[in-house]
């Protein structure tokens, strides 16, 4: 293998030999890592000069797991369940030095190093079930013989990492290194470990309860339905407590194997690259240089700007908020307290951080009091006229360079700039809501926006945690553009015959955390209601006329207890019957496969069109805006890649025998047998 990259090298200390990964950027184990730390070992242990082996690696991070971009392709170099054994079963004492990440794979590779040392910043861990696997090379079984079966099931069905201190309270990390001594400590252990000799974790017992594995089920029960991987992961732990090791292996291979080959991973590793994707932005130069942010300024205290708030004051970013009246004001900032100071009741905060955070608002009535900041995001009310006066002020009043933001939800971003004499300072950035939970932030590109307002506009958005994807200006951009084109189907079918529940539970059957008309019912059933209830043109109209304007007033498409759990309500159906009776439909049997073909495959239609006329900059930054702004289930990796799971042929025959417009690039994907 001439052409291998040399990835994997050896240095001397003495009697120890120490084998180094450098593999960028995360040190994942490629078919060459995997060579190299076979060719590595083999010559530590053919020498008998060497008495023990450190692995260590360079760069910033410890092995953070398998390489996944090798996933479902051709096997190349090693095994890797091979090379773990050999590195387990030396005749020679074998610490692992860990710094950054040691991540699924590359944790098990320290589980099969007889020590292991690490920095007090590292964390360890085993992510695969976030990627629908499970730690596939004896993870499952090495786990529970290190740390007990009540950890080791935590960590595989959560995929959470531990920090090096608690890993080395339950005994995962044999010995804390300095911060800037682990190369020099590592050796130092090794040293030590000469007399203790090798200690292969597959001798070790298991210990603990395995009742636990029960108990995180029924924990778990909501947060996992639908998912494949956490069950099959607790399975692999359970079997490590009835079976001899190998065995366990075995059975933890047919576990890996049928997660590997079924669509739930496929569509979950799409997911961790297209995440990263959608932080790339086309057509902008290399080179941009960032706006500079250390004080943000919202306008609007209501749920949106109270949420949207709370986002940068979490990351210490200084925030003047402004409403027009004082006690509107005061509402909005009594809420954002509150809501800080209920996560500190729950221990997310301390006390002093609700109050340091609290500390870094500044509530003004006044629009002048934004003169200083760096981006002020305007969270008023969905209405051009109202917005553009706003955009006009803010212009007369924000300093140069500062970036205009408008959180609207359907609105033309370019008319908005248009009221303003600096259009290239002005951007979308829409939230969801609750905006300072929901991860998903769209960014929406002017027609004018400088490169760098939008560069900074991303930036600023991954900074506070968000999941920022661009999009162009149409109505409702990449999300609530799609969303319209479920409820208006959704609508018309209760008009056919299906009752609200019935639609609702094929949606939530599907994996989506609300149907369309528990959402109907959360936005609210009188928003743009003309409030005569003498004319009842549509059914929203029957609703309200007879006073039911959803969850907030615990009467909609649903009836609700004061806890807000819905039961199906008698009178909102009667209300459907009756107002579906006086059109001239007739009724019928509506399926659940109709449901599908009617709500779901004009969504993909609707994706198609917004990609060619190019509003999202690709497939995946769709599939992103809703798996994280709308909670699509990211085992079917959003509408895009879950069209090409469904087959592109059969949604364009069914959208054809709807009698919709199908876009032509759908179309053409499908005739040439592509997904996208
Ligand atoms: C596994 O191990 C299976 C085994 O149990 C069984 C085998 C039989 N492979 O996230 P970042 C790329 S499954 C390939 O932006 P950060 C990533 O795409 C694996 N590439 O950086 C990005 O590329 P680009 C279990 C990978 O500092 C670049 O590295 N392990 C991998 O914010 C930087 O990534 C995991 O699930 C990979 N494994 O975070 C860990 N990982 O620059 C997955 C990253 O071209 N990784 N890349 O966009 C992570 O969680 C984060 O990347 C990490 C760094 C925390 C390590």
Request: net charge negative; hydrophobic share 45%.
């Amino acid at each position: 293998m001439s052409d291998m990259p040399q990835s994997v090298t050896s240095a001397r200390d003495g009697e120890v030999y120490v084998v180094i990964v450098n593999n960028p950027p995360v040190n994942a184990l490629s078919w060459h890592v995997r060579q190299g730390l076979s060719d590595k070992f083999a010559e530590a242990l053919a020498d008998d000069s060497v008495k023990a082996i450190v692995l260590r690696c360079d760069g910033a991070t410890f092995i953070a797991g398998a390489d996944i971009t090798e996933f479902g392709k051709a096997p190349q170099g090693p095994d890797f369940n091979a090379v773990l054994n050999s590195i387990e079963q030396a005749t020679k004492p074998v610490v692992a030095a860990i710094h950054g990440t040691a991540l699924g794979g590359g944790l098990e590779t320290a589980l099969v190093c007889h020590y292991r040392v690490a920095v007090p910043s590292a964390k360890l861990g085993v992510p695969e079930v976030k990627l629908g696997l499970l730690p596939g090379a004896g993870g499952t079984q090495r786990l529970p013989r290190i740390v007990g079966v009540e950890m080791a099931a935590e960590m595989v069905s959560g995929g959470e990492p531990l920090s090096a201190k608690k890993a080395a309270e339950v005994g995962l990390v044999d010995r804390l290194a300095g911060e800037d001594s682990l190369a020099a400590d590592a050796i130092a252990f090794a040293r030590e470990a000469i007399a203790m000799g090798p200690r292969p974790t597959r001798d070790r017992p298991v210990t603990g309860d395995v009742a636990v594995i029960e108990k995180l089920k029924s924990a778990n029960a909501r947060k996992w339905k639908g998912f494949d991987a956490p069950y099959a992961n607790l399975a692999c732990v359970e079997a490590a407590t009835r079976l001899p090791f190998d065995e366990g292996l075995k059975f933890e291979r047919t576990e890996f194997t049928k997660l590997m080959s079924g669509s739930q991973s496929a569509a979950q590793r799409y997911m961790f690259f297209a995440e990263r994707q959608a932080a790339k932005i086309d057509g902008l130069p290399k080179d941009v240089q960032l706006r500079g942010i250390s004080k943000v300024g919202v306008i609007g205290a209501g749920t949106m700007g109270g949420g949207i708030t709370m986002n940068f004051l979490q990351k210490g970013i200084p925030v003047t908020i402004i409403e027009m009246v004082q006690e509107n004001l005061d509402r909005g900032v009594g809420v954002i307290r509150k809501n800080y100071e209920a996560s500190a009741a729950k221990g997310r905060f301390k006390p002093e951080q609700v109050e340091a955070m609290m500390g870094l608002l500044t509530p003004s009535l006044s629009l002048e009091d934004l003169a200083d900041c760096d981006l002020i995001i305007e969270a008023v009310y969905e209405n051009m006229d109202v917005k553009k006066e706003l955009f006009g002020k803010l212009d007369a009043i924000a300093k140069p360079g500062a970036i205009l933001a408008s959180n609207t939800s359907y609105l033309d971003v370019n008319e908005i700039a248009s009221a303003t004499k600096r259009p290239a300072d002005v951007l979308g950035m829409h939230f969801f809501s609750p905006a300072n939970v929901m991860k998903l932030l769209e960014v929406v590109r002017g027609d004018a926006t400088a490169p760098d307002v939008l560069a900074t506009a991303m930036a600023i958005g991954k900074k506070i945690g968000k999941v920022a994807v661009v999009a162009g200006v149409c109505h409702g951009f990449i999300g609530n553009r799609m969303l319209s084109q479920r409820q208006i189907p959704a609508n018309a079918l209760l008009m056919e015959g299906a009752l609200p529940d019935q639609i609702d539970q094929v949606h939530l059957d599907f994996g989506m955390p609300m149907g369309p008309f528990q959402m109907s019912d959360l936005a609210g059933l009188d928003i743009g209601w003309h409030r005569d209830p003498s004319r009842i043109e549509t059914l929203r109209d029957a609703f309200c006329a007879a006073g039911r304007f959803g969850q907030k007033n615990g009467k909609g498409f649903y009836d609700y207890d004061e806890r807000r759990n819905r039961t199906v309500s008698a009178e909102a159906n009667a209300i459907i019957e009756d107002f579906r009776s006086k059109s001239n439909l007739a009724k019928r049997e509506v399926t659940t496969q109709e449901i599908i073909e009617r709500t779901i495959y004009p969504m993909v239609n609707e994706g198609a069109k917004i990609l060619e006329e190019g509003k999202a900059q690709r497939a995946s930054d769709i599939d992103v805006v809703w798996i994280y702004g709308y909670g699509w289930p990211v085992y079917r990796g959003g509408p895009m890649f879950w069209a090409g799971l469904e087959g592109l042929g059969k949604i364009v025959a069914s959208l054809d025998a709807q009698g919709i417009e199908v876009s032509p690039l759908l179309r053409a994907k499908a005739e040439k047998g592509e997904s996208f």
